[in-house]
């Protein structure tokens, strides 16, 4: 009987076996290591575009601040302007209507009285009086150049005699006065107030 001896071929078949084994563990290493490389290479990339995109993002915010920042610095120096040509045209306003009052007194004044100082004062309500301040021969002189100016009410709202003094020595006597005049309130054109609420002229 002829015996034959097995353990070499199951020897080398285990080696054999061990060996694809490791060759495919191998592989599958290296395969894993390419997938998690390209996988990172992707990732950074992700990232790099992100971060790009998050400073461009970021300069033209600092665009928009700028354009904000001009905008606000113009809307200000605007303000400013708006409230110097307001301030302006009040002032003008009131100059025309101080001339206009002016020559209301010096219609009024009787022929026994004399202004000597006319001056303007605002009060804390934003309105104006005229202070006039002079001199009459007689008393009845103050009192109709009062009247005079009562008389105007187009543009004189109200005199008030504020003091009234003797004055002078025994051949000529006069009489110091001060007045407080308050001129009427100006009316504006129906055509400027509609303008100003929004409103048209009506056809």
Same mark, same amino acid.
């Given at each position: 009987?002829? #015996?034959?001896? =097995?353990?070499?071929?199951? /020897?080398?078949?285990?080696?054999?076996?061990? *060996?694809?084994?490791?060759? @495919?563990?191998?592989?599958? =290493?290296?395969?894993?290591?390419?997938?998690?490389?390209?996988?990172?290479? !992707?990732?950074?990339?992700?990232?790099?575009? !992100?971060?790009?995109?998050?400073?461009?993002?970021?300069?033209? $915010?600092?665009? =928009?601040?700028?354009?904000?920042?001009?905008?606000?610095?113009?809307? %200000?120096?605007?303000?400013?302007?708006?409230?110097?040509?307001?301030?302006?045209? !009040?002032?003008?306003?009131?100059?025309?209507?101080?001339?206009?009052?002016?020559?209301?007194?010096?219609?009024?004044?009787?022929?026994?009285?004399?202004?000597?100082?006319?001056? *303007?004062?605002?009060?804390?309500?934003?309105?104006? &009086?005229?202070?006039?301040?002079?001199?009459?021969?007689? #008393?009845?002189?103050?009192?109709?150049?009062?009247?005079? =100016?009562?008389?105007?009410?187009?543009?004189? +709202?109200?005199?008030?005699?504020? /003091?009234?003094?003797?004055?002078?020595?025994? @051949?000529? &006597?006069?009489?110091?006065?001060? $007045?407080?005049?308050?001129?009427?309130?100006? %009316?504006?054109?129906?055509?400027?107030?509609?303008? +100003?609420?929004?409103?048209?002229? #009506?056809?």
């Amino acid at each position: 009987m002829i #015996k034959i001896n =097995l353990l070499p071929v199951r /020897a080398a078949k285990k080696k054999e076996t061990f *060996m694809n084994q490791i060759y @495919v563990g191998a592989l599958v =290493l290296v395969l894993c290591v390419g997938v998690i490389g390209w996988r990172a290479y !992707t990732q950074k990339s992700k990232i790099a575009a !992100t971060e790009k995109e998050i400073q461009d993002r970021k300069k033209q $915010l600092d665009n =928009l601040k700028a354009i904000v920042q001009k905008v606000q610095e113009f809307e %200000a120096k605007k303000a400013v302007l708006q409230q110097k040509i307001e301030t302006i045209e !009040t002032l003008e306003e009131g100059r025309n209507r101080f001339i206009q009052i002016i020559d209301q007194i010096s219609q009024a004044i009787p022929g026994g009285a004399w202004v000597g100082n006319l001056s *303007m004062k605002s009060t804390k309500s934003g309105a104006a &009086t005229v202070l006039a301040r002079g001199a009459a021969y007689e #008393k009845d002189d103050v009192g109709i150049f009062i009247s005079n =100016l009562s008389a105007r009410n187009t543009f004189i +709202k109200d005199v008030q005699l504020g /003091a009234l003094s003797q004055a002078g020595g025994s @051949v000529v &006597t006069v009489y110091n006065y001060d $007045l407080t005049i308050t001129p009427q309130s100006e %009316a504006k054109p129906a055509a400027e107030t509609g303008k +100003k609420k929004g409103q048209g002229p #009506k056809p």
